[in-house]
């Protein structure tokens, strides 16, 4: 079956069909809430006439590792035990969040992950193995070269010196070609991460379907920005810093053992011998400090989230205010809004008063520490120095020495808040996967149950088989509803506000799972959604008009020739603009450029969700007409309240709102209209005086 008013083009980009499954039995594929055509992977039918099924494949220009794995959810989230007290409770929450976000950032290094994880991997681990080398002899150096000139040797001077370009060459090449691989990895496993949480954020709906259940998933667009680029970034630095801190440690300690050697001392008229002495003192010093900065820093992880949590509601709050910008202009709202913008920026400012607290402290401990590190082990060493037992440059190795394990051993120190900053934006990612995880597994059992997708097998266009629709709580919306509609058929939906009419259509596209029954669609026909409010993406206005297929789908003189049929034809010598069109075009305009989209794509069923609320009556039954005269084949479910809506149907359905839910309690047939009838012979029209089938 060839589509009517096919586009022409060179490098067709195919459509997903939607509606035309078998019974579900796996997870939908990815849909959206804004008009365009609804694919679904588990319910492909057989192509259109010239058409291939679709590949899923990266787009031609991504990197390699842009391809993330979403994989499986676990198979069970962190309940937390009746038991427990609510703090308790909220540890076990956190605890159960960190590894939540292992599980999936862990398959980077997986059998789906990055082809160059694991290369990247040991190249920066042996470039670190191999820099703490380099360190130890520069170390060797510092005591080589005050050791001579301790004792006035030119010539040894002067080679070490020579000897000193190589080594820190050396030592410079590896730190860069460390960050170099540090920064690739940080960068591929972001990429492959984001990629993999978008992917299941936008399947099935989703994105959507997170707006409708309880969880923490607040602000997502900010858990997939900032919160998971730090959760990416930062244990790649904390994993080569540990490394790091650890080989330098067992390094330096040996050599810290083998120069101090014992110190003895008399006390109370009996000599004390302390084996290893600079190494027990740098024990202690890092002791001294660390503990210090976890007993001041502990408050550091909950304030850290709670300030990432204001900054993501500040951003919305302004994102909100550019979005909504004309209704708020129009309504002089400014003030109102300036004032809530106020508040949201107070909490910003107050949770950041708390964290500056918290960094002076830390401060305080890791400045102190850096300032004494250098002089402890000079004084240490001070006296075997005066009384000949140690050379100048014994101390000086000693001191670099005492300084590098002390950098190590308080890496904790300086890492602390970092450490923290990390903590809090796991767990803001980690909450929004717990959230994709229990749409995942209520989309993979029947416990509340899910709307079935299929065909229909007696050439019906679409079928409502006993569907019912539940909130993800089990309550009822629409309660039991038969429809069944014949290809061509225009069938009006109507009721009072609150019954349901636009969940029911939610169902229908597949955006909303919850609830019983079935809804079966035609093998192998496609569905376009035309909501109340169109979507008008970013760009050009000739990708606008062709979302949600690709700009160069249509020619030019096809684009030219929808926006004239739409009363658009203005706007035809500014097909190549960029501009914010969601914030230029009218309400009325959005809505016209919604049916230039349905003209070009020429589907075999559209849904109408209040398409024309923002047309007048005569520009409305215009855009009818001519949707009816160019797609004369099309069925239209139409859900309205305007009663002239009904000549441009033939059939018309009343939903009403019921205890347990909205049932059907009417189903009538119209007949055309000839003429143009009064307010009151509209009124009786809608009253479904004529008869009908329910």
């Known amino acids: 079956m060839s589509r009517p008013n096919a586009p022409r083009h060179e490098k067709p980009r195919q459509q997903k069909p939607r509606g035309t499954a078998k019974p579900r039995t796996d997870k939908a594929a990815e849909d959206k809430p804004e008009d365009g055509l609804k694919g679904d992977k588990s319910r492909q039918g057989k192509p259109r006439a010239g058409e291939s099924p679709r590949e899923e494949k990266a787009p031609a220009d991504a990197a390699p590792e842009a391809i993330g794995h979403a994989g499986s959810p676990p198979p069970e989230a962190a309940e937390p035990g009746p038991a427990l007290s609510p703090e308790e409770a909220e540890r076990a929450r956190k605890k159960y969040l960190l590894r939540r976000f292992w599980i999936s950032g862990r398959g980077y290094w ?22 703490v080398g380099f360190q130890y002899g520069i170390n060797r150096w510092n005591r080589a070269i005050f050791d001579a000139i301790e004792q006035r040797d030119a010539h040894t001077v002067y080679w070490l010196s020579a000897v000193f370009l190589p080594l820190v060459a050396g030592s410079i090449s590896l730190v860069v070609a460390q960050v170099y691989l540090r920064m690739t990895m940080q960068r591929r496993w972001r990429s492959w991460l984001t990629t993999a949480v978008i992917q299941r954020w936008l399947a099935s709906g989703r994105y959507y379907q997170l ?59 009996s000599t004390i011998t302390v084996p290893g002495f600079l190494v027990v003192t740098a024990v202690i010093y890092a002791a001294i400090t660390s503990t210090s900065m976890f007993v001041i820093g502990r408050r550091f992880v909950q304030l850290s989230e709670d300030k990432n949590q204001a900054e993501a509601e500040f951003r919305y709050v302004l994102t909100r205010v550019r979005e909504n910008g004309e209704s708020i202009a129009l309504l002089g709202g400014e003030e109102e809004e300036n004032a809530g913008i106020d508040r949201t920026f107070a909490g910003v400012l107050g949770r950041w008063a708390r964290l500056t607290g918290q960094h002076m402290r830390t401060t305080l401990v890791s400045q102190g520490s850096s300032l004494f590190a250098p002089v402890v082990p000079v004084l240490l060493c001070a006296p075997k120095f005066l009384d000949g037992s140690m050379s100048l440059g014994q101390v000086m190795q000693a001191a670099s020495a005492f300084a590098l394990v002390q950098g190590a051993f308080g890496w904790l120190v300086d890492n602390y808040p970092r450490l923290a900053d990390w903590n809090a934006s796991a767990h803001r990612i980690a909450s929004l996967m717990m959230s994709l995880d229990g749409l995942e597994r209520a989309e993979q059992n029947d416990r509340l149950g899910r709307i079935q997708r299929g065909e229909t097998e007696d050439g019906a266009m679409l079928g409502l088989r006993n569907l019912s629709v539940t909130l993800d709580d089990g309550t009822s919306v629409v309660k039991e509803t038969e429809v069944e509609i014949e290809p061509g058929e225009r069938v009006l939906v109507s009721g009072e506000s609150g019954t349901g009419k636009s969940t029911l259509v939610r169902a229908i596209a597949g955006l909303w799972p919850w609830g019983s029954g079935s809804v079966d669609f035609h093998p192998g026909k496609r569905l376009f959604m035309l909501p109340q409010r169109p979507y008008i993406p970013s760009g050009t206005l000739r990708r606008a008009t062709a979302y949600p297929a690709a700009a160069d789908n249509w020619k030019t003189k096809e684009i030219d020739a929808a926006l004239d049929k739409v009363g658009l034809a203005y706007l035809k010598d500014r097909l190549e603009e960029e501009a914010p069109w969601d914030q230029t075009l009218s309400g009325g305009e959005k809505q016209r450029l919604a049916f230039a989209r349905l003209l070009l794509h020429a589907p075999d069923i559209v849904v109408l969700d209040e398409a024309t609320s923002a047309l007048d009556e005569k520009s409305q039954d215009k855009m009818m007409q001519t949707v009816i005269q160019q797609l004369p084949r099309v069925t239209i479910i139409s859900v309205a309240h305007r009663a002239e809506l009904e000549a441009f149907h033939t059939r018309k359905i009343t939903l009403e709102r019921r205890e347990g839910g909205a049932r059907l309690v009417s189903d009538v047939e119209l007949a055309p209209r000839r003429k143009k009838r009064g307010l009151f012979q509209r009124a009786l029209w809608g009253s479904g005086a004529n008869g009908g089938k329910g």
């Open 110 to 131: 997986g059998l789906h992950g990055d082809k160059l994880a694991w290369p990247l991997t040991i190249g920066l681990l042996t470039l670190i193995c191999v820099n």
């Open 211 to 269: 707006n409708l259940v309880k969880g923490d998933h607040a602000n997502p667009e900010a858990r997939l920005t900032e919160d998971l680029r730090i959760a990416t970034e930062s244990p790649v630095d904390f994993v080569a810093g540990v490394l790091n801190a650890f080989l330098s440690a067992s390094t330096f300690i040996v050599v810290l053992w083998t120069i101090g050697g014992a110190l003895s001392f008399t006390l109370g008229g």
